[in-house]
């Protein structure tokens, strides 16, 4: 257990850096300690909450949040992770989806972000399309879906910088939740008590670490130096799940 926290905060320290909850990563750290992965998804979504709420508030309070672009895509994409939660799935069609989400998740890390100059592209009307599968992918493996949506963001040129890091933050909070809701609902809000006696000190551990990286995004490290550090952590652990296989 002690690794597995170890591990849970570097995740936690690292993603909330550069504005996500680190889901993916949570839920293949679990799959590779051989944890059950019928409660994967709900301790991830879990952590996802307990890293991406404040980030959120803080977004809200400093007006960066572009609340119309980012309500839509919200709530395109709630009821798709709670349809997502509630699909069944197969342990090893899961291992595969995690472990293949883990690994485009950290190559998306490298889509360039854009510049205050930059003016949207005609692909930008597409997004609100983009986010009902992000939604479901979201419930279904326990993940927020803002890595994928950010990058996305970023090569449409949607907004600024600040805004689409706040509407990924809001994006993972709400589709952690409807996917949770989703996830109980088919497993038995049983499975809620046994994920949070298990994963209690896993949930510490994140809302250190992401308290944590907030603070070294902000004094420390270069924004570019941390995104390259999550995207390398991202890849070696959804490389290391695929080739467990």
Known sequence: MIWLAAAFFV??????????????????????????????????????????AGSSIRFARAGVTPWKGALLLTALA?????????????????FILLGGCLVLAGLALFVPQRS?????????????????????????????????????????????????AATASLFIL????????????????DRLGEAAAFGLPLMIAVVIGGQIGSLLALRVFPARVIRMLTAALTIWVGGRLLLSM
């Open 78 to 94: 709630a009821p798709a992770a709670l349809v997502g939660g509630l699909t069944p799935i197969r342990e090893d069609a899961f």
């Open 11 to 52: 995740t936690a320290l690292l993603y909330a850096s550069v504005g996500f909850g680190g889901g993916s990563t949570y839920s293949a750290l679990l799959a590779l300690s051989g944890f059950d992965y019928r409660l994967l998804p709900i301790l991830s979504l879990i952590c996802n909450v307990a890293v991406v």
């Open 174 to 189: 709400v589709n952690s939740l409807f996917g949770l809701a989703g996830q109980l609902l088919k497993n038995g809000s």
């Open 116 to 164: 205050q100059s930059d003016t949207p592209t005609r692909w930008v009307r597409l997004m609100p399309v983009v986010a009902l599968p992000l939604g479901f992918l979201s419930g279904l493996v326990g993940i927020g879906g803002g890595i994928f949506l950010a990058p996305l963001l970023h090569l449409t040129r949607w907004n600024e910088t600040r805004a689409i």
